[in-house]
C-alpha cells in the first residue's frame, strides 16, 4: 500500500547513457521524505556484451531496482521488434501490479517509447526529459517526438527545443526549461586520478588521446562504409591514443562492435572498452583531446569541458552547435583534417571560452521539486495548445 502522504514514482533506464544522466536525479529522489520510487532497468543494462552497466547502478549506491531482461540482438529490424513486445509484456505485468503516480523517462530510445505506451495504456501520467531536441539520421527523433505527444510534463535543455514543443501543440505552462542533467553532472564531477583509471581499465591516458564513439545511423545504409572510412582516418595518427566506447543496442551495433574490436586487436595505439560508467567516462573525457563520432555527449556535454569534438555525418544534425564543434562527413581526407584541427593550439585557445546554452544552475533540484508541486488529477487530459500557424 502507498502512504496517503507519498507520491510514487517509475523510472526506467534502458542504457549506460541514460542512467548516466539521470544517476545524480535519481539519488536526490531518493532522498526525499515524501517520495517512493520504483528504478527499472532494461535493455543493454543486463546484457554482458555491452558491459552489464547494471553494476553502474550500484556504484552509485542504489540498492534496489528491478530487471527487466529482453532479447539483445540489434541485427535487423525484427530483433528489434521482438525485444520491444517482450518489454511491453512484461512492463505491462509491472504497471497492473504497481500503481505509480507518474513514470518518468529521459530521451529517445524505443524501450523508452514502450514504457511511454504502456503508461497511457494504465492512465499514469509521463514526465519527459530531454524531449524537443532533432536528430535527423537515426528513428530515435521520430520516437523522441511521439514520446512527447504521450507526455504531460516535459523538461527540456533549452530553449530552442522548448519552442519546437510548444509548436506541438503541448500546454507551455508544462513545457520547462531547467537546463540539462547531464551538463550538470560535468559541474559536480567528481574528480577520479589517471593512474586509477589505468588500471582498471588497463589503457594509457598520458599520451593525447581520443575518445571514439560510433552509433549506427539507423536511419542510413552506410554505417560499414563510413566506419571503414574513419578507422582509416585514424590509422594515420600512430602517436595518438584512441579509445573506443561501445556502440549501443540500435539496428547494426552488435556490427560495429565487432569492426572496432578487430581494428583495436592490430593497432597498440587502439583500445575497446564496453563501458566506462558516466563518473569514469566524463573524467576520460576531460582527459582527452577531444571527441570523435557522433555521440550526443561531443555536442552536448564535451564543450562545458573545453575540449573539441569531430561529429560525423547526420545523427546529430538539428542540435545545437558550438564553435568547439567540427562537422565532417565521412570522407577520409576530412576527417583526418577534422582532427589536426582539434590538436592544433589555435582551435584550443578558441574554445576556451564557450559557453554551454545546456547548463543552468539547479537542474536536478529545480525538477524535482516541480515535479512534486503537479496535481495529476489535472494532466491526463490533454487539448492540442492554439497556436499561431
Same mark, same amino acid.
Given at each position: 500500500?502507498?502512504?496517503?502522504n507519498?507520491?510514487?514514482?517509475? !523510472?526506467?533506464?534502458?542504457?549506460?547513457?541514460?542512467?548516466?544522466?539521470?544517476?545524480? /536525479?535519481?539519488?536526490?529522489?531518493?532522498?526525499?521524505?515524501n517520495?517512493?520510487?520504483?528504478?527499472?532497468?532494461?535493455?543493454?543494462?543486463?546484457?554482458?556484451?555491452?558491459?552489464?552497466?547494471?553494476?553502474?547502478?550500484?556504484?552509485?549506491n542504489?540498492?534496489?531496482?528491478?530487471? *527487466?531482461?529482453?532479447?539483445?540482438?540489434?541485427?535487423?529490424a525484427?530483433?528489434?521488434? *521482438?525485444?520491444s513486445?517482450?518489454?511491453?509484456?512484461?512492463?505491462?505485468?509491472?504497471?497492473?501490479?504497481?500503481?505509480?503516480?507518474?513514470?518518468?523517462?529521459?530521451?529517445?530510445?524505443?524501450?523508452?517509447?514502450?514504457a511511454?505506451?504502456?503508461?497511457?495504456?494504465?492512465?499514469?501520467?509521463?514526465?519527459?526529459?530531454?524531449?524537443?531536441?532533432?536528430?535527423?539520421?537515426?528513428?530515435?527523433?521520430?520516437?523522441?517526438?511521439?514520446?512527447?505527444? *504521450?507526455?504531460?510534463?516535459? /523538461?527540456? #535543455?533549452?530553449?530552442?527545443?522548448?519552442?519546437?514543443?510548444?509548436?506541438?501543440?503541448?500546454?507551455?505552462?508544462?513545457?520547462?526549461?531547467?537546463?540539462?542533467?547531464?551538463?550538470?553532472? !560535468?559541474?559536480?564531477?567528481?574528480?577520479?586520478?589517471?593512474?586509477?583509471?589505468?588500471?582498471?581499465f588497463?589503457i594509457?591516458?598520458?599520451?593525447?588521446?581520443?575518445?571514439?564513439?560510433?552509433?549506427?545511423?539507423?536511419?542510413?545504409?552506410?554505417?560499414?562504409?563510413?566506419?571503414?572510412?574513419?578507422?582509416?582516418?585514424?590509422?594515420? /595518427?600512430?602517436?595518438?591514443?584512441?579509445?573506443? #566506447?561501445?556502440?549501443? #543496442?540500435?539496428?547494426?551495433?552488435?556490427?560495429?562492435?565487432?569492426?572496432?574490436?578487430?581494428?583495436?586487436?592490430n593497432?597498440?595505439?587502439?583500445?575497446?572498452?564496453?563501458?566506462?560508467?558516466?563518473?569514469?567516462?566524463?573524467?576520460?573525457?576531460?582527459?582527452?583531446?577531444?571527441?570523435?563520432g557522433?555521440?550526443?555527449?561531443?555536442?552536448?556535454?564535451?564543450?562545458?569541458?573545453?575540449?573539441?569534438?569531430?561529429?560525423?555525418?547526420?545523427?546529430? #544534425?538539428?542540435?545545437?552547435?558550438?564553435?568547439?564543434?567540427?562537422?565532417?562527413?565521412?570522407?577520409?581526407?576530412?576527417?583526418?583534417?577534422?582532427?589536426?584541427?582539434?590538436l592544433?593550439?589555435?582551435?584550443?585557445?578558441?574554445?576556451?571560452?564557450?559557453?554551454?546554452?545546456?547548463?543552468?544552475?539547479?537542474?536536478?533540484?529545480?525538477?524535482?521539486?516541480?515535479?512534486?508541486?503537479y496535481?495529476?488529477?489535472?494532466?491526463?487530459?490533454?487539448?492540442?495548445?492554439?497556436?499561431?500557424?
Amino acid at each position: 500500500m502507498i502512504s496517503l502522504n507519498k507520491k510514487k514514482y517509475c !523510472i526506467l533506464s534502458s542504457s549506460r547513457a541514460d542512467f548516466g544522466i539521470l544517476s545524480n /536525479f535519481i539519488k536526490k529522489l531518493l532522498k526525499k521524505k515524501n517520495i517512493m520510487l520504483d528504478l527499472i532497468l532494461t535493455g543493454s543494462h543486463i546484457s554482458k556484451k555491452f558491459g552489464e552497466t547494471k553494476k553502474e547502478v550500484r556504484e552509485n549506491n542504489i540498492k534496489y531496482f528491478y530487471e *527487466l531482461k529482453i532479447p539483445n540482438k540489434n541485427k535487423n529490424a525484427n530483433d528489434l521488434s *521482438l525485444s520491444s513486445s517482450v518489454l511491453l509484456k512484461k512492463l505491462s505485468k509491472k504497471f497492473k501490479k504497481e500503481k505509480y503516480n507518474n513514470l518518468i523517462i529521459l530521451g529517445d530510445r524505443f524501450e523508452i517509447f514502450i514504457a511511454a505506451y504502456v503508461a497511457t495504456l494504465y492512465k499514469v501520467p509521463i514526465i519527459h526529459l530531454s524531449g524537443g531536441d532533432e536528430t535527423q539520421a537515426s528513428y530515435d527523433n521520430q520516437f523522441r517526438h511521439a514520446i512527447t505527444k *504521450l507526455s504531460h510534463i516535459h /523538461f527540456v #535543455t533549452n530553449e530552442i527545443s522548448k519552442n519546437r514543443i510548444i509548436k506541438m501543440g503541448e500546454n507551455p505552462k508544462n513545457v520547462i526549461n531547467f537546463g540539462s542533467l547531464s551538463v550538470e553532472n !560535468i559541474y559536480k564531477l567528481k574528480k577520479i586520478g589517471k593512474k586509477i583509471i589505468e588500471k582498471e581499465f588497463k589503457i594509457q591516458l598520458s599520451k593525447d588521446f581520443f575518445l571514439v564513439t560510433f552509433h549506427p545511423e539507423t536511419l542510413g545504409y552506410k554505417d560499414v562504409r563510413n566506419l571503414k572510412s574513419l578507422l582509416s582516418a585514424i590509422s594515420n /595518427f600512430k602517436d595518438i591514443q584512441f579509445i573506443f #566506447t561501445s556502440s549501443n #543496442t540500435d539496428e547494426g551495433g552488435d556490427l560495429i562492435n565487432s569492426m572496432i574490436k578487430n581494428f583495436c586487436k592490430n593497432n597498440r595505439n587502439t583500445s575497446f572498452i564496453k563501458s566506462f560508467g558516466q563518473n569514469k567516462y566524463l573524467n576520460v573525457m576531460k582527459y582527452s583531446c577531444g571527441v570523435i563520432g557522433n555521440s550526443s555527449s561531443g555536442v552536448c556535454e564535451a564543450p562545458s569541458l573545453k575540449i573539441g569534438t569531430l561529429n560525423l555525418g547526420n545523427r546529430q #544534425t538539428g542540435r545545437i552547435q558550438l564553435k568547439s564543434v567540427i562537422n565532417s562527413d565521412f570522407t577520409k581526407k576530412n576527417i583526418v583534417n577534422g582532427i589536426k584541427k582539434i590538436l592544433s593550439k589555435k582551435f584550443k585557445l578558441q574554445i576556451q571560452n564557450v559557453k554551454n546554452p545546456y547548463y543552468k544552475k539547479n537542474t536536478s533540484e529545480n525538477i524535482i521539486q516541480k515535479i512534486i508541486s503537479y496535481d495529476n488529477q489535472n494532466l491526463l487530459i490533454k487539448k492540442f495548445n492554439n497556436i499561431s500557424i
